[in-house]
């Protein structure tokens, strides 16, 4: 399991972190990010099946397609 947190300014910080990992990907990988951030449905091999929201705070699910 992967769980990405990084600072929710560095927006190209979680492109290219779920790029990498879609290369290569985990069995999960668990994504936090600021709801208005528009995360891909897909990264490489990743793919998003689930999002949770509260407030202001979003955390997308990703997988192995």
Do not use: C, N, W
């Amino acid at each position: 399991i992967v769980f990405l947190d990084p600072p929710y300014l560095l927006v190209e910080e979680y492109a290219e972190a779920l790029r990498l990992l879609g290369e290569t990907p985990a069995p999960l990988v668990l994504a936090q990010h600021d709801s208005r951030l528009g995360l891909e449905d897909h990264y490489g091999r990743l793919r998003r099946y689930r999002v949770l929201s509260q407030g202001d705070t979003r955390v997308s699910f990703y997988a192995p397609a």
